[in-house]
């Protein structure tokens, strides 16, 4: 195995004679386990919102942010959960738009991503008990969001959705 220092770098971490095959080496193991870690995620990421029933839910709850409110930073999920401008709690589920929104979670299609987007929306849903079943909170385009606390890449049809059953949120 051959070894080189790099001398012209201050801080280099090759700078102490640490060979490149084993630089490579640990960036392989390192990447091997994100790697694995993201499969998991995968597996796991969006399951309720595959098999989710109208039935199941007992009660909603809807938050929102204005989209045209600009902020220093992204708006994450416990930003959104302090600041949201409106919510709505919803008990009684036997609506026929419930149906339209249970079709927009299983097309959400979740996909583990590495950040969040500047989310604008959040739905929590509910069943027996107050037990909570799950939570999607997306962006104003419905394409970035977090699925029980983890980012996730999503399909746009939820938030139009919600922008179609909750307009008064919308209006200021």
């Not at 990447?31 to 499969?39: A, H, R």
């Not at 919803?90 to 609506?95: A, D, G, Q, S």
């Not at 604008?120 to 079943?133: E, M, V």
């Amino acid at each position: 195995m051959t070894s080189f220092s790099v001398q012209s770098l201050r801080g280099s971490p090759f700078q102490n004679g640490v060979s490149m095959r084993s630089g490579v080496i640990v960036l392989a193991v390192i990447m091997t386990g994100v790697s694995c870690l993201s499969q998991q995620s995968q597996v796991n990421s969006g399951s309720w919102t595959k098999t989710i029933e109208v039935k199941q839910i007992k009660e909603l709850r809807v938050i929102y942010f204005p989209e045209d409110i600009l902020t220093r930073g992204a708006v994450g999920r416990s930003q959104l959960d302090r600041w949201f401008y409106c919510l709505f709690s919803v008990r009684h589920t036997e609506f026929s738009w419930m149906d339209e929104l249970v079709n927009a979670l299983h097309k959400s299609n979740p996909i583990p991503y590495a950040r969040g987007g500047d989310l604008r929306w959040g739905l929590t849903l509910f069943g027996p008990s107050n037990r909570i079943i799950g939570s999607l909170y997306v962006d104003k385009f419905g394409r970035w969001g977090d699925l029980d606390g983890k980012p996730v890449e999503i399909s746009g049809e939820l938030v139009r959705v919600l922008k179609r059953h909750f307009p008064t949120c919308r209006e200021r």
